[in-house]
């Protein structure tokens, strides 16, 4: 907006100059007509044609004036300014102005960065305040979240309460994984572990909260040299979503095919596919949008390539294992 207004500030400026120009070079001429003293100027005689005389022409070559020629009634004087010296003080013209417009754009250009900055200080300042704030509540829950899962796993019972309280403590405690890892830095882990069983971990987890889906599993016995704690927490996430966002009495198919993990499942169909794994992007008020760009931050600190592929209502997603497995 600053530089526009200077535009039209500078612009309308170079008009009147220009109109400034026009009006020196003409009464310069008058005087030339009474004097004959000016080098800047050349005349020469044209016969009489009804020419509007003392006004300001110009033609291909010069800016002219036509003055009376004497006592001749025939002829009249043509007083003219070679157009490509009126081209130089142009020139001359937009040069400076150019220069003038340049220092006042970078002078507006740090004014306006140092309004900024300290506008937005204190916004920054109340962001990191308000994220160590999330950073200390996300560090005292790891303590209760953590006894109340030792001691659930000390209850030997197949009481269907106690595995509901189970089953919501793991799932905290995996949110609070999720939200830990969003805000912190990650220090990765090489772990060595069969891929089938962690999927199957998984699997008994959602399962039950999603009796009313189809689960297709088929995988092999393969290993996956990689950080443990990161690849569950991309399997974790995929999974939650595949659920949340999947049909009534919908299918949710895990299967290895050559060298690629697949997660397929059904939906109702994705809006906007190409933000699915953009930060704080949902499609509806569920969640918090943060759990497929958690797969995007973690597949890259893997270097594990993913693909996501859309076929009508069917969504699917493909993490490529090569690097990373042996059968």
Same mark, same amino acid.
């Given at each position: 907006? #600053?530089?526009? !207004?200077?535009? =039209?500030?500078?612009?309308?400026?170079?008009?009147? &100059?220009?109109?400034?120009?026009?009006?020196? $070079? !003409?009464?310069?001429?008058?005087?030339?007509?009474?004097? =004959?003293?000016?080098?800047?100027?050349? #005349?020469? #005689?044209? *016969?009489?044609?009804?020419?509007?005389?003392?006004?300001?022409?110009?033609?291909? %070559?010069?800016?002219?004036?036509?003055? *009376?020629?004497?006592?001749?009634?025939?002829?009249?004087?043509? @007083? !003219?300014?070679?157009?490509?010296?009126?081209?130089?003080?142009?020139?001359?013209?937009?040069?400076?102005?150019?220069?003038? =417009?340049?220092?006042?754009?970078? @002078?507006?250009? /740090?004014?306006?960065?140092?309004?900024?900055?300290? %506008?937005?200080? *204190?916004?920054?300042?109340?962001?990191?305040?308000?994220?160590?704030?999330?950073?200390? /509540?996300?560090?005292?829950?790891?303590?209760?979240?953590?006894?109340?899962? $030792?001691?659930?796993?000390?209850?030997? %019972?197949?009481?269907?309460?106690?595995?509901?309280?189970?089953?919501?403590?793991?799932?905290?405690?995996?949110?609070?994984?999720?939200?830990?890892?969003?805000?912190?830095?990650?220090?990765?882990?090489?772990?060595?572990?069969?891929?089938?069983?962690?999927?199957?971990?998984?699997?008994?987890?959602?399962?039950?909260?999603?009796?009313?889906?189809?689960?297709?599993?088929?995988?092999? %016995?393969?290993?996956?040299?990689?950080?443990?704690?990161?690849?569950?927490?991309?399997?974790?996430?995929?999974?939650?979503?595949?659920?949340?966002?999947?049909?009534?009495?919908? +299918?949710?198919?895990?299967?290895?095919?050559?060298?690629?993990?697949? $997660?397929?499942?059904?939906?109702?169909?994705?809006?906007?596919?190409?933000?699915?794994? &953009?930060? !704080?992007?949902?499609?509806?008020?569920?969640?918090?949008?943060?759990?497929?760009?958690?797969?995007? +931050?973690?597949?890259?600190?893997?270097?594990?390539?993913?693909?996501?592929? /859309?076929?009508?209502?069917?969504?699917?997603?493909?993490?490529?294992?090569?690097?990373?497995?042996?059968?």
């Amino acid at each position: 907006m #600053i530089e526009l !207004f200077l535009m =039209f500030i500078f612009y309308h400026y170079y008009k009147i &100059e220009e109109e400034h120009i026009h009006d020196n $070079i !003409f009464l310069e001429m008058k005087n030339y007509s009474l004097s =004959f003293d000016d080098d800047r100027f050349d #005349i020469d #005689i044209i *016969p009489r044609k009804n020419q509007a005389l003392y006004e300001l022409n110009q033609d291909d %070559t010069s800016l002219y004036i036509l003055v *009376p020629f004497q006592d001749s009634k025939e002829d009249l004087l043509k @007083i !003219f300014y070679p157009k490509k010296h009126y081209s130089v003080l142009l020139s001359a013209l937009q040069k400076n102005l150019s220069i003038q =417009f340049t220092l006042l754009s970078l @002078i507006a250009m /740090i004014l306006a960065i140092s309004a900024a900055f300290y %506008t937005l200080k *204190p916004i920054r300042s109340a962001l990191r305040l308000l994220e160590d704030f999330i950073k200390d /509540i996300i560090h005292d829950l790891n303590t209760p979240l953590t006894s109340i899962l $030792i001691n659930l796993k000390m209850i030997d %019972t197949q009481n269907e309460e106690i595995e509901s309280i189970s089953r919501s403590a793991k799932n905290i405690a995996m949110l609070h994984q999720n939200l830990d890892s969003y805000l912190r830095e990650n220090t990765i882990h090489s772990d060595t572990f069969v891929l089938k069983a962690l999927m199957e971990e998984q699997v008994a987890f959602f399962a039950p909260l999603y009796d009313y889906l189809t689960w297709e599993v088929d995988l092999d %016995t393969r290993t996956v040299v990689t950080d443990k704690n990161a690849f569950t927490r991309i399997i974790y996430n995929l999974l939650s979503n595949a659920c949340k966002y999947n049909t009534s009495n919908g +299918k949710l198919s895990i299967y290895i095919k050559q060298n690629t993990l697949v $997660i397929e499942n059904d939906s109702y169909g994705i809006a906007q596919p190409h933000k699915v794994f &953009e930060r !704080f992007y949902k499609e509806s008020e569920r969640g918090l949008g943060i759990g497929l760009h958690i797969v995007e +931050k973690l597949c890259e600190e893997l270097s594990l390539t993913k693909t996501f592929e /859309i076929e009508g209502t069917l969504v699917r997603v493909s993490l490529d294992l090569e690097e990373l497995t042996s059968s």
